[in-house]
């Protein structure tokens, strides 16, 4: 499956040092998201780990992700790149990204998430379609719960 690409925008009342406090727990926003768990910090702002268990179709996935920060610049950026494999399945997934905050107007900030991801092996042969909706889910999650734990505008 080629590389497909996401993004999305929010604006919250939270002031840009709360959003960025929460947008960095990895451990939080593993929480967010239905089909992953068991995070750990292995190293503050760098390394960290996650399962992330879903079922696709006839595969049960489980694979244990690597998720490192980089280009880390304080309640402004930081790049993540996650990477796992279910080898019984013999798939794999790599997601690309980067969070951008900046102030907005009325003291909020606006989040901003972009990136790619890519997933291979017997998985992909679901389709495009299949994996993009899950994709969108993911998304959806995430940004549900950022809009309701830093606030709505």
């Known amino acids: 499956m080629p590389r497909s690409e996401f993004g999305r925008e929010l604006t919250v009342s939270a002031a840009p040092a709360q959003a960025w406090a929460t947008l960095i727990d990895v ?3 593993v929480s967010w998201i239905s089909v992953l768990e068991q995070a750990e910090e292995h190293e ?3 390394r960290y780990s996650a399962v992330l268990l879903d079922r696709l179709g006839p595969f049960k996935l489980r694979a244990d992700l690597a998720i ?3 280009d880390v610049r304080t309640e ?3 790049t993540v790149h996650a990477e796992g494999e279910d080898r019984q399945v013999g798939s794999r997934l790599v997601v690309d990204a980067t969070l951008d905050l900046a102030p907005s107007g009325d ?3 606006t989040v901003r998430v972009a990136g790619v ?3 291979s092996g017997k998985v992909a042969a679901m389709g495009g379609g299949t994996i993009n909706k899950k994709a969108e889910k993911i998304i959806g999650e ?4 950022a809009e309701k734990v830093l606030g709505a505008v």
Do not use: C, K
Request: glycine letters at 10%; charged letters at 10%; zero cysteines.
């Open 68 to 70: 490192t920060l980089s």
């Open 76 to 78: 402004e950026h930081v």
């Open 107 to 109: 003291g909020g900030t």
């Open 44 to 46: 503050h702002l760098a």
């Open 27 to 29: 451990p939080v926003l």
């Open 142 to 145: 995430f940004f549900a719960n």
């Open 117 to 119: 991801y890519e997933v």
